[in-house]
Structures are given as C-alpha cells and as structure tokens.
C-alpha cells in the first residue's frame, strides 16, 4: 500500500494540493483483466492511434502546404487537429504501456497532470465545434461578407478563448478533485478521469458532483446552443435556395462539421442525460475512451473524405511526392 498518515503539499501550476492520508501513486485497474482481451485491446487502441497520429498530421501538413485552404474554416480544423494530437497523446500512451504490463501504476503528480490536460484538451474541442459552427453560419448565412466578418483578428480571437475556457475548467476541477483527503489509491479506469478519482475520497464528494454537472453543463451546453443555433439559421438560409445544386453547395460546406458535431455531442448526451444504473462505472469508461481514441482518430478522416478540397490537396501533394 502507498499510503502515509502525514499532511504533505504537491504544488502543480501554482496550486497545492494537500491530502490527510496522502497517496503517492495509483493503481489504475484498466478497461479488462483478461490477459487476452487486454492484448486484443493494445492492438485495436495501437492501431487507432497510429491513424490518429498521421491523420491529423496530415491534416496539419495538408493545410500549412495548400494556400487553398488557407481560410477561416481550415485554421479551425488546423487548431482542431492539434486539440485531438494533444489529446490522444495524453492518455493513449499510457493506456497501451499499461495493457501489456502487470504493474499499471501512475504516480501522483502524473495522475493530476493527466486530469488536468486531458479536461482541458476535452473541453477546449467543445468549444472549439461551436466555434466552427459560427463560422459555417456567416459562410452560409452571409458568403458575401464572409472573409471580412471572419478576419484573422476574430479567428485568432474565438481560437484563443476556446483554449483558456477549456483550460480554466478544467483547472477548477482538478483542483477541487486533488484537495480532497484520498482513502485509497486503486482507480477503477484506465486514465486519471474526475469521477472516478473522486470515488476514492474519504469525504462526503456531494459538492463535487455538483461542480462537476456545472461544469459539464457549460462545457456541453452553450457550445451546443451556439451550434443549434447556428444550424437552424443555416438550415433556414438553405431552404430559401432555389436552385438545388445550390442547396447541395451550402449543405455541403457544413456535411463534415455537422458530422463531428453529431458524433461528439450525441454521445455525451446520450451517456450523461439517460438513466444511471449499476453500469455506469463501465460507462464512463466507454466515453473516456471513446474522445481519448476513437473521436481523435474519426476526424480527421471524416474532414478528408467527405471534403473535396482536402482530398484535392492531397492528391496535389502525392503528386508532388511521385
């Protein structure tokens, strides 16, 4: 066991973080303990992550190369892509060492750093799809005035404060995570996730809970107003287009957005906003695990397949390879 009865403080990004028992490192129980699915899984998470790494790579070097897709749209996927490379690369890492090692130990300060970065990467993407969705509303709504109303000032601008908002979320919570007296150090999930380090506390964590639906509330819900928001004027803008390959256009610049957007938000809802059972334990897992390596991974390959432009890029640049 590797617990002491002492008080110490662990400073991280100007914070202290003191226990009453204090826990030196943690024992992260995984998504399986059948030695055969845990390899099953190394191999289906190793793959996943090798496609996200040269997706959104790809995506980023496509983009830098291409003065095409040197737009407003493209620098939001540009900054998406590095979101969901940061992302990935915060926890996937450390889940394939843990796979295939008997030991599955973190210690302390790397269990609050991984909190830390991987909530604000999460939230940060968030705030980042609604963003994209205001654009996609002016490119529809208002094409005319598109590249003055979204100049490099307000591009650099909502960027920017999608960032701090996902970074100051998520330094509220891990925080008020990491000042709580911890009983035990075995964590029933395969990263450092809010709930799951919560449950180790010796106190009543009722606050807690209560900060965490707020800040998930904020973090899912005023960007999936702005999107609704957004994609009703969208909608309403494509209707009163006569001609429909006009339709088709407009509905076209929005088709890969609108397809994160789906992916992302439906599953958050779905998982957060249906009914709790015993299984939500086993839940929660299945939706870390679904934005730390299954969503990284997805989209870039929705943005290059089902965009013309991106798929022109590419095969201007395997051009240039041969």
Not at 207 to 220: D, E, H
Request: net charge positive; aromatic share 10%; charged share 15%.
């Amino acid at each position: 066991m590797v617990c002491k009865n002492t008080s110490p403080a662990v400073k991280f990004m100007g914070q202290e973080f003191v226990n009453q028992t204090w826990v030196n490192e943690f024992i992260l129980l995984g998504l399986s303990s059948d030695w055969n699915t845990q390899v099953f899984l190394f191999v289906l998470i190793l793959v996943m992550y090798v496609i996200t790494v040269v997706g959104n790579s790809l995506i980023l070097l496509l983009i830098r190369l291409d003065s095409r897709l040197h737009t407003p749209m493209y620098f939001f996927l540009s900054v998406l892509s590095i979101v969901d490379l940061c992302y990935g690369n915060s926890v996937a890492p450390q889940m394939l060492a843990h796979l295939i090692s008997a030991q599955k130990l973190i210690p302390f300060d790397s269990c609050v750093l991984q909190l830390c970065v991987s909530l604000a990467l999460g939230g940060s993407e968030f705030f980042l799809l609604g963003a994209m969705s205001y654009d996609r509303y002016v490119a529809v709504c208002y094409p005319l005035h598109y590249t003055v109303i979204m100049d490099r000032e307000l591009c650099l601008g909502l960027a920017a404060s999608c960032l701090v908002a996902g970074f100051l979320n998520s330094l509220m919570e891990t925080v008020i995570t990491f000042r709580l007296p911890l009983c035990r150090n075995v964590i029933n999930h395969f990263a450092c996730e809010t709930l799951a380090v919560l449950r180790l506390a010796c106190v009543d964590i009722s606050f807690n809970k209560v900060m965490v639906a707020i800040s998930g509330f904020l973090v899912i819900m005023l960007p999936c107003c702005l999107v609704l928001f957004s994609y009703t004027r969208i909608v309403i803008a494509i209707l009163h287009i006569r001609s429909t390959q006009g339709r088709h256009k407009a509905f076209g610049t929005c088709a890969s957005h609108l397809t994160v957007v789906c992916m992302c938000f439906g599953a958050t809802i779905f998982t957060y906003l249906g009914p709790r059972s015993a299984s939500s334990e086993d839940k929660e897992k299945m939706v870390a695990l679904f934005y730390a390596v299954v969503a990284p991974m997805l989209n870039p390959v929705i943005y290059s397949l089902r965009n013309k432009e991106v798929m022109a890029a590419l095969r201007k640049l395997v051009e240039k390879l041969r």
